[in-house]
C-alpha cells in the first residue's frame, strides 16, 4: 500500500510550517489566497486526502449537514437543495441527502444515522404525523435543526417557506379576475402546513369575491403529474363542470392539462389551469402555465445560512420566516367564456 500523505509531507515540500498548510486546506482567510492555491494544488499533486474524521475529533465539527425532504424527484425540492448545496460549498460543508416519503420511522432513522456520524445540524422538510421529541432528538444531542416547506404546530424552530395562503389566493384571484366563478382546488392533503394553507388561501379568496364555496369542488390528493392526470377524470366528471382550476403545484397543473387535451378539450381555452411553484418545466409547459412563483431558491438558501449562522455561534430568530409569492401570468388561462 502507497505510504499515506500527511499535512507534515506537504508542508517539507513546500518549505512552510504544518499550521500553514492546515489553515490553508480549510479555506482560511489568515492564508493569502495564492498561497491556498499553491498549497492546495501541492496536495492534489501528492494524492493527500482530507481526513474529516481526524478533524472533527480536533474542532468537535465533522462538517456535515443532513438534508431530509419528502420526494428529490420533485423539482420543487430539486431547486431547494441546489440553494442549500451552494450555501454550504461556501463554508466547506457537505451534505448527505434522504428521502423519507412521509415516513417518520425512514425519517427519524436518518437521523439516528446523522447523530451517529457527527452531523453538524440538519435540514427538515418534515415527514407528516413528525412527533416533536424527534426533533428533540436531534437538539438536545447539539444537532441544530432548520425547517423548510412545512412548518409544524407546537415547534418554534427556525422555518422557511413560502406564504402558501398568500400564493395561491393571488392564482385564484388571478382568474376571479378573468371572470371564472366555479373553480376547482386540485390536489393536496390536510395533513400538511402546505396542504392547509393553501386552501385556506382558495377559500379565502372565493369568500372576498361573494362567492360560495362548493366542497365537491375540491379534489384533494394529487401532488404529482400522474396524479393530475387521473384528477381530469373526476373534474370534468363533475355536475356542475368547473371553467377553472387552481392546482396544488406545477406537476399537478401539467398533468392536468394533459387529461384535459386527453379528453378533447383545450386547457387554458375550455378549462384555464394555474399551477404553483413555477418550476422550470412550467415555461415551456404546452400551454404555457400560468403559476405561482415560491421562492424555492431563496427558502434554501435562507435555510441553509440560518443553519450555518448557529452552527457559528449566532441564533436565526424561531418561528416561521416568510417568502413572499408573486404571479407568473402565461397562456394556461384565460378569461370566461360562457358555454354553448
Known amino acids: 500500500m502507497a505510504q499515506k500523505i500527511k499535512l507534515s509531507t506537504i508542508a517539507e515540500t513546500l518549505g512552510i510550517s504544518t499550521a500553514t498548510v492546515s489553515l490553508a486546506l480549510r479555506d482560511s482567510p489568515l492564508v493569502a489566497a495564492n498561497t491556498r492555491e499553491k498549497i492546495k494544488d501541492q496536495a492534489r499533486t501528492l494524492g493527500y486526502i482530507y481526513n474529516r474524521r481526524a ?30 448545496e451552494s450555501e454550504l460549498d461556501r463554508s466547506r460543508h457537505t451534505f448527505i441527502l434522504s428521502n423519507h416519503y412521509d415516513s417518520v420511522e425512514k425519517q427519524r432513522t436518518f437521523v439516528e444515522t446523522l447523530l451517529q456520524l457527527g452531523g453538524d445540524g440538519i435540514i427538515m422538510s418534515p415527514a407528516i404525523g413528525t412527533p416533536a421529541e424527534d426533533f428533540d432528538l436531534a437538539e ?30 393571488l392564482a385564484t384571484n388571478h382568474l376571479i379576475s378573468l371572470g371564472h366563478r366555479t373553480i376547482a382546488m386540485i390536489g393536496g392533503t390536510d395533513q400538511t402546513s402546505t396542504g392547509r394553507d393553501r386552501y385556506q388561501g382558495y377559500v379565502n379568496a372565493l369568500r372576498k369575491a361573494g362567492i360560495e364555496v362548493d366542497p365537491d369542488l375540491r379534489i384533494p390528493g394529487a401532488r404529482s403529474k400522474q396524479g393530475g392526470f387521473e384528477a381530469a377524470v373526476h373534474l370534468l366528471s363533475l355536475p356542475q363542470k368547473p371553467t377553472a382550476a387552481v392546482c396544488w403545484n406545477d406537476l399537478v397543473a401539467i398533468g392536468l392539462m394533459n387529461g384535459i387535451s386527453r379528453a378533447g378539450l ?8 394555474t399551477g404553483y411553484d413555477d ?24 435555510a441553509a445560512r440560518a443553519l450555518l449562522d448557529r452552527l457559528a455561534g449566532s441564533h436565526e430568530p424561531d418561528g416561521i420566516h416568510l417568502i413572499k409569492p408573486e404571479m407568473r401570468i402565461r397562456q394556461s388561462t384565460s378569461p370566461y367564456q360562457a358555454r354553448q
Do not use: C
Not at 383545450?266 to 389551469?273: A, C, E, F, L, N
Open 140 to 169: 438536545e444531542n447539539g444537532m441544530p435543526a432548520i425547517l423548510v416547506a412545512r412548518s409544524m404546530e407546537g415547534l418554534d424552530l427556525p422555518t422557511f417557506r413560502g406564504d402558501d395562503s398568500y400564493g395561491i389566493s
Open 266 to 273: 383545450v386547457p387554458g381555452k375550455d378549462i384555464s389551469v
Open 55 to 84: 478533524a472533527s475529533l480536533r474542532t468537535s465539527r465533522s462538517g456535515i449537514i443532513g438534508v431530509v425532504v419528502h420526494d428529490i424527484m420533485n423539482p420543487f425540492y430539486g431547486e431547494i437543495l441546489k440553494a442549500i
Open 279 to 302: 418550476l422550470e418545466e412550467a415555461a415551456i409547459a404546452t400551454p404555457a402555465l400560468t403559476t405561482v412563483w415560491n421562492g424555492q431558491a431563496e427558502v434554501g438558501r435562507l
